[in-house]
């Protein structure tokens, strides 16, 4: 087990879970713009006492009240779940909002050729089958998250570009009898919005926008109606095992368990399990959302869609228009955390949205916020147990596509710790997460990576 963690812990504006011990213990939520917009539920408090469940949960992020949630109302289980500051202090209320129709970052050409066509036509219906269910869980809970209307414009940056658009389209189509709609930059114009960095698109008719830290609160409160305990700033600061079952000491209290679940993702820290360590890379993301656009702006840049956005570069941006008419836009960001107030990664992201729509040159940025990505060394989410100990689970490494995603994980995640036998053998289950070669150079070559890939996004 890790050891017992001593270290003083970082700021919030400089934390970096591959240097910090544990992220925080009850630090305030980001100034975002969904923090701004969003009425924080109740929770049970900080964990003050000794707590015994069939579960302990650490991360209080969609993927930990996910698992919970199913674990209590389904199988019956009880849960306690930890989390170091507030529901969603992590990825799950900083993210975009985009409910993608994915898992991971693998393409779909690199699934046949890992996975053969009938793997990866498996692996396509399951991410699938994850947005569905996000769908269904917000009209069943009825979770008002300002669910926004299907489709996902993926915009070529440049005339090249639609090329591998219209092979995407055929491949989709060929493989998975999926149908998606290539747009002209006319037709892009007409429907959609206008842009000079906008040679055409292809639609998918599936993936929506929503509010993350609503959806988030909307997990939160289905949580409590189980009867889950939920508890804000109470990190593990240490964890140890005691007559076979698991003890995990917080600042001012601790749970004992027989399973854990390490729903922890891009915040993972190095000495959080040593079956955990090096084997996810957290990757820093910004977003910026405008002042609301005026009349002449929207008309100007042509939006008539709230669908959301991603453009064809690999180091993408993505952007939407929210309900009140402002613009979001993210894109990738620093590479440590100490960078992470640099502001030339804010000013980066406003040359792209002025390039994007030249009528914006003036606009007013009202929140400016970022947070850590999770990726994996093969480009796909992980949820299973540890090789090592069978009684310690995890999911994590969603890539950027964990808002509908870790909810399907999080459901698989419940089967697996309740003993269900009816988890299809993906690579997503079946298979562990590896560890990253050379782990402590992976900074580096991040760096070196992103520059290539900047010149061959731009120039070639």
Same mark, same amino acid.
Not at 312 to 332: A, C, F, H, Q
Not at 375 to 389: A, I, K, N, S
Not at 438 to 455: I, K, S, T
């Given at each position: 087990?890790?050891?017992?963690?001593?270290?003083?812990?970082?700021?919030?504006?400089?934390?970096?879970?591959?240097?910090?011990?544990?992220?925080?213990?009850?630090?305030?939520?980001?100034?975002?713009?969904?923090?701004?917009?969003?009425?924080?539920?109740?929770?049970?408090?900080?964990?003050?006492?000794?707590?015994?469940?069939?579960?302990?949960?650490?991360?209080?992020?969609?993927?930990?009240?996910?698992?919970?949630?199913?674990?209590?109302?389904?199988?019956?289980?009880?849960?306690?779940?930890?989390?170091?500051?507030?529901?969603?202090?992590?990825?799950?209320?900083?993210?975009?909002?985009?409910?993608?129709?994915?898992?991971?970052? $693998?393409?779909? &050409?690199?699934?046949?050729?890992?996975?053969?066509?009938?793997?990866?036509?498996?692996?396509?219906?399951?991410?699938?089958?994850?947005?569905?269910?996000?769908?269904?869980?917000? =009209?069943?809970?009825?979770?008002?998250?300002?669910?926004?209307?299907?489709?996902?414009?993926?915009?070529?940056?440049? !005339?090249?570009?639609?090329?591998?658009?219209?092979?995407?389209?055929?491949?989709?189509?060929?493989?998975?009898?999926?149908?998606?709609?290539?747009?002209?930059?006319?037709?892009?114009?007409?429907?959609?919005?206008?842009?000079?960095?906008?040679? +055409?698109?292809?639609?998918?008719?599936?993936?929506?926008?929503? /509010?993350? $830290?609503?959806?988030?609160?909307?997990?939160? &409160?289905?949580?409590?109606?189980?009867?889950?305990?939920?508890?804000?700033?109470?990190?593990?600061?240490?964890?140890?095992?005691?007559?076979?079952? /698991?003890?995990? /000491?917080?600042? &001012?209290?601790?749970?004992?368990?027989?399973?854990?679940?390490?729903?922890?993702?891009?915040?993972?820290?190095?000495?959080?399990?040593?079956?955990?360590?090096?084997?996810?890379?957290?990757?820093? #993301?910004?977003?910026?959302?405008?002042? !609301?656009?005026?009349?002449?702006?929207?008309?100007?840049?042509?939006?008539?869609?709230?669908?959301?956005?991603?453009?064809?570069?690999?180091?993408?941006?993505?952007?939407?228009?929210?309900?009140?008419?402002?613009?979001?836009?993210?894109?990738?960001?620093?590479?440590?955390?100490?960078?992470?107030?640099?502001?030339?990664?804010?000013?980066?992201?406003?040359?792209?949205?002025?390039?994007?729509?030249?009528?914006?040159?003036?606009?007013?940025?009202?929140?400016?916020?970022?947070?850590?990505?999770?990726?994996?060394? =093969?480009?796909?989410?992980?949820? +299973?147990?540890?090789?090592?100990?069978?009684?310690?689970?995890?999911? $994590?490494?969603?890539?950027?596509?964990?808002?509908?995603? #870790?909810?399907?994980?999080?459901?698989?995640?419940?089967?697996?710790?309740?003993? =269900?036998?009816?988890?299809?053998?993906? !690579?997503?289950?079946?298979?562990?997460?590896?560890?990253?070669?050379?782990?402590?150079?992976?900074?580096?070559?991040?760096?070196?990576?992103?520059?290539?890939?900047?010149?061959?996004?731009?120039?070639?």
């Amino acid at each position: 087990m890790a050891a017992k963690q001593t270290d003083a812990i970082a700021t919030p504006a400089s934390y970096d879970p591959l240097l910090e011990n544990y992220p925080g213990a009850g630090w305030q939520l980001p100034d975002s713009y969904w923090s701004a917009t969003t009425d924080i539920a109740a929770d049970s408090g900080v964990l003050s006492q000794q707590e015994a469940a069939d579960v302990a949960i650490i991360g209080g992020g969609y993927t930990g009240l996910a698992t919970a949630y199913y674990l209590a109302k389904t199988f019956n289980l009880s849960c306690v779940v930890l989390e170091a500051n507030q529901a969603g202090w992590g990825c799950s209320g900083r993210n975009g909002g985009f409910a993608l129709k994915a898992g991971g970052r $693998m393409g779909y &050409q690199a699934m046949i050729n890992r996975f053969g066509l009938a793997g990866a036509q498996a692996m396509f219906n399951e991410t699938f089958a994850g947005l569905r269910r996000l769908r269904e869980l917000i =009209d069943d809970e009825r979770i008002d998250c300002e669910p926004q209307a299907d489709g996902h414009l993926w915009v070529a940056h440049k !005339p090249a570009m639609m090329e591998t658009a219209k092979s995407e389209a055929e491949l989709l189509k060929r493989a998975f009898g999926y149908e998606t709609e290539l747009l002209s930059s006319e037709a892009l114009a007409q429907r959609y919005f206008k842009s000079p960095e906008a040679a +055409g698109a292809l639609r998918f008719p599936d993936g929506f926008g929503l /509010h993350p $830290m609503k959806l988030m609160q909307g997990y939160v &409160q289905m949580a409590m109606r189980q009867g889950i305990k939920l508890y804000r700033a109470s990190p593990v600061i240490h964890w140890e095992s005691v007559e076979g079952r /698991h003890v995990l /000491h917080t600042p &001012q209290g601790s749970v004992t368990a027989a399973k854990v679940v390490c729903a922890t993702n891009g915040y993972t820290s190095p000495k959080l399990h040593k079956g955990l360590t090096n084997r996810t890379f957290p990757v820093l #993301s910004n977003v910026l959302v405008t002042a !609301p656009l005026s009349d002449a702006q929207l008309a100007e840049t042509g939006f008539k869609t709230n669908q959301i956005i991603t453009d064809t570069r690999t180091l993408r941006y993505y952007y939407r228009k929210l309900p009140d008419n402002r613009i979001l836009i993210g894109g990738r960001s620093a590479i440590t955390g100490k960078d992470a107030l640099n502001p030339r990664h804010d000013e980066m992201l406003v040359d792209s949205l002025q390039r994007k729509f030249p009528a914006l040159e003036q606009i007013g940025i009202d929140y400016k916020w970022g947070g850590w990505v999770c990726v994996t060394y =093969d480009d796909l989410p992980h949820v +299973g147990q540890l090789p090592d100990d069978s009684s310690v689970f995890y999911a $994590m490494g969603y890539g950027g596509s964990g808002v509908s995603f #870790s909810l399907q994980a999080g459901w698989r995640l419940a089967q697996q710790i309740a003993g =269900d036998k009816e988890v299809p053998p993906l !690579p997503f289950y079946n298979q562990p997460l590896k560890k990253f070669p050379f782990a402590p150079f992976r900074r580096m070559g991040q760096r070196m990576l992103y520059q290539y890939f900047h010149l061959r996004d731009e120039y070639k």
